[in-house]
């Protein structure tokens, strides 16, 4: 490369040397960079034709650059040499400190491997240190600054202008050239990949309020409520957002609704399946107050939205007005429990409510007529419905499943099973314990309405009979509809006294005349008390009522049974 006993033209070369190594550091661009390499090599060191190498992900070698020769970077640029045919070459030859140089007369070896290469065919040497045109020197470049880091690149070398293999001040030239090449590239990849992470990242904050955007177009304007709560801290369930079609549901501004959460909106029988949906996500029915007081069936949808980092976010809740489905699955329910003239239940309500109290196990003689009391305190906390039963409520033994689930009306549960015991002794003997009256009851003289008046006034005596026994029971009695001219009371909590009071008070309540189509017209009953007991069916406690009934109707006379 020049007269090494010259220091002057060692100056001029470091002074080459540094001017393209500042080169290097205003490359903008990673092919701008490693262009720079290949032509630094060219102005700098002395060489006319030079080659860099870089590492692609999968670990070969790609020719990125070429310089000095426009024929061999047609020939070369962009093609690719397997990683293990550039370890051997750095395996072989001489070891300049990081450099390898590989004579013409071991290099023959390698002429058939895939590296890509530019050789021109030359006679051989004249004198010992003389460059032949199948050397090769390699000056790999690692990210460390030397062999003990990752390999990045290779730079390969060719015809220097002096026709000479290199000197130790050439070696070392090229070899720090070599560490500078590697630490702009680094920089170059590491200014590349913060670009394109910027890139990406400008991208994904305008889809991100893109996203946003549509969001929130999507939950102001959606037809349904949707609503934006809190989960986790002290305001848990706090509601954050909520659209306009949530507060024209529940007759409230949005800025009122932020004030509550959902617990403080829902029914109080449906706060187990508000607190299940919100810890579990998913869909359940359930009620929420209106302004007004009254309250709206809705389905309520939660979806958990939770961070990658930090779990649950917050819930996003969409809010369904299903009050007119809800109010036909209601009532199809009713008629379906319920007579359709009288509208009391029916004789398979009747049955699953009595069936309800009922289990196939006796009491024990050590249960006899003790736990009748703790079965009468649980009647009076449940707050069963009035025996005429509307249709929306639960009535007598009604569970949190509906009719004759598990439970006790008013949503209380009945989880530990109270054992039904009739009274001891019989006759009308009251010894102080109470049970489950069953008051099995049979008009008298109503065949001869349905006779003369027809069956439309048999009707309206039907009716009016329900209304009267419903207004002459306790809340939480039942009257029920068994068919015909029978009707059935379960009166609980009652003693033997109770119920044949019970009894007489009904049967005078139906007495009195009951108006129809401008005419006066009466019936009689006949009241049969039976006792309901576990150990029985619901067929057994009603066959013994029925039979007592028809023993107190054969005892009376007729003249006293019949009243119209």
């Not at 960079?33 to 060489?47: E, K, N, P, S």
């Not at 070969?60 to 020769?69: I, N, Q, R």
């Not at 109270?418 to 009308?428: F, L, S």
């Not at 003997?429 to 349905?450: P, R, T, Y």
């Amino acid at each position: 490369m020049e007269t090494e006993s010259e220091p002057y033209i060692r100056l001029a070369t470091l002074r080459l040397l540094h001017q393209v190594v500042a080169d290097l550091n205003t490359a903008r661009s990673l092919a701008d960079t490693v262009q720079t390499v290949a032509d630094g090599v060219i102005a700098g060191l002395g060489f006319e034709l030079s080659a860099v190498n870089l590492v692609r992900p999968d670990g070969d070698l790609v020719v990125a650059a070429v310089g000095g020769s426009a024929g061999a970077e047609a020939l070369m640029a962009g093609r690719v040499g397997s990683r293990v045919a550039w370890d051997r070459r750095l395996s072989m030859g001489d070891r300049w400190g990081d450099l390898r140089f590989i004579p013409y007369s071991e290099g023959w070896v390698l002429d058939d491997d895939d590296v890509p290469e530019w050789h021109t065919p030359g006679p051989a040497p004249r004198f010992p240190d003389e460059w032949h045109p199948m050397d090769r020197l390699f000056a790999p470049m690692y990210t460390a600054g030397g062999s003990g880091g990752e390999l990045i690149g290779v730079i390969s070398v060719d015809k220097p202008r002096s026709g000479r293999r290199p000197g130790a001040w050439g070696r070392e030239a090229l070899q720090m050239y070599a560490f500078h090449a590697a630490t702009a590239i680094g920089n170059a990849r590491l200014r590349a990949n913060m670009q394109r992470a910027l890139l990406r990242l400008e991208r994904e904050q305008q889809a991100l309020r893109a996203s946003e955007e549509s969001f929130r177009q999507a939950f102001e304007y959606a037809p349904s409520g949707m609503a934006i709560a809190e989960m986790g801290g002290d305001q848990q369930g706090r509601l954050l957002r909520a659209n306009d079609a949530l507060c024209r549901l529940l007759g409230r501004p949005a800025s009122a609704l932020r004030r509550y959460s959902f617990s403080d909106l829902v029914h109080r029988e449906d706060i187990g399946t508000l607190v299940r949906t919100s810890a579990e996500g998913g869909r359940s029915e359930l009620r929420l107050a209106r302004r007004d007081g009254s309250y709206v069936w809705v389905s309520l949808r939660n979806s958990v939205v939770a961070d990658a980092a930090d779990g649950p976010r917050f819930l996003l809740t969409h809010v369904e007005d299903i009050e007119e489905r809800k109010t036909h699955e209601l009532q199809l329910a009713h008629r379906a429990s319920h007579d359709s003239l009288t509208g009391l239940p029916n004789s398979a309500e009747l049955r699953a409510r009595l069936g309800s109290r009922l289990c196939g196990s006796p009491p024990g003689p050590g249960e006899y007529g003790s736990g009748y009391g703790s079965a009468g305190d649980a009647v009076e906390a449940g707050g069963f419905s009035r025996g005429y039963d509307e249709f929306d409520g639960p009535g007598l033994f009604d569970g949190p499943g509906g009719p004759g689930g598990p439970g006790f009306g008013g949503g209380i549960p009945y989880e530990p099973h109270v054992h039904t015991i009739a009274p001891r002794g019989d006759g009308d003997v009251d010894d102080g314990h109470k049970g489950l009256a069953v008051l099995f009851c049979d008009l008298d003289g109503f065949k001869s309405i349905n006779d003369r008046f027809g069956h439309h006034a048999g009707d309206a005596v039907l009716i009016e009979v329900a209304r009267r026994l419903a207004a002459g029971v306790r809340e939480g009695d039942t009257v029920a509809r068994l068919g015909g001219d029978e009707f059935v009371v379960l009166a609980d909590g009652l003693g033997r006294a109770d119920a044949k009071d019970l009894a007489g008070r009904l049967r005078n309540a139906i007495t009195p005349p009951i108006r129809v189509d401008g005419r006066a017209v009466r019936v009689g009953a006949s009241f049969g008390i039976g006792w309901a007991s576990c150990g029985m069916t619901a067929e057994e406690v009603l066959r013994s009522a029925d039979q007592r009934m028809y023993i107190e109707k054969r005892s009376r006379s007729k003249e006293r049974r019949r009243a119209g």
